[in-house]
């Protein structure tokens, strides 16, 4: 079944759109997307964020924008730019403050979103992430249905329920018929700081063998590491650089691959 597309403003020119989901809350998918962002920034792509997580926003306070606000003409919504560049719309920048409750129903969130990418003034943008909330509900389902995705990344963590989890997240996407560029494993270990031995916190991790089963790629297991959550606290992500190097080379790798880029 075909689903008409939504069309962006005359302000806009998106060239790529890759949606982050996950199955389940907690295994930091929008720290997975933030670095995402700041990876294809540091390759020198123009990058948008948008974030679709409308009653869980993280993004803003991840990139320390958190404070500032977005504006509208009554035509076009106005991004808030990031210190590198990246262009970031949230309801949070739109909202007075950023802990008011957002007591929507679904259809009412679901529309939210699409106007935050119809009427977003985005400018010319190679690759606009979405955010998506966790789980297959109605945010999820919008986007797919009228949103032009070019590819979707599945953010999980090494715990039992993982193998449910991540298939429920494929299937919905084949079931839209939207290409998965891949999974990312966040909090896979934690190195240990003075023997470098790999620990597994939440238990032996399994994505490989998950991931070969659905015939998907692994993009990057992601370690803890507690210099990486205390500048996403900070709001100076971008200034992270210890493993950005190979996951943005990996990552790069397969968004050429599967989308071009």
Known sequence: MEFQKEKTNDLTNIKKIIAVMSGKGGVGKSSVTSLMAV?????????????ADITGPSIPKVFGINAKRAE?????????????????ISLNLLIEKEDSPVIWRGPIIANSVKQFYTDTAWGDLDYLL?????????????????????????????????????????NMAKMMNTPILGIVENMSYFECPDCNKKINIFGKSNIEE????????????????????????????????????????????KISEKIGG
């Not at 920034?41 to 948008?50: A, H």
């Not at 919008?142 to 590819?151: A, F, H, K, N, R």
């Open 39 to 51: 990876a294809l920034r540091n390759k020198g792509y123009n990058v948008g964020i948008l974030d």
């Open 210 to 253: 998950i991931a070969k089963d659905m015939d998907i790629d692994v993009i990057a297991k992601l370690p803890i590491d507690p210099q990486f959550v205390e500048l996403c606290d900070e709001g100076r992500v971008e200034l992270y650089e210890k493993i950005n190097l190979d996951f943005e080379e990996s990552f790069s790798k």
């Open 72 to 88: 509208s003409d009554g035509t076009h919504i106005y991004p808030v730019t990031t210190a590198t560049g990246i262009k970031v």
């Open 130 to 170: 979405i955010d998506l909330p966790p789980g297959t509900g109605d945010v999820p389902l919008t986007i797919m249905q009228s949103l032009p995705v070019d590819g979707i990344v599945v953010v999980t963590s090494p715990q039992d329920l993982v193998s449910l989890i991540v298939t429920k997240s494929i």
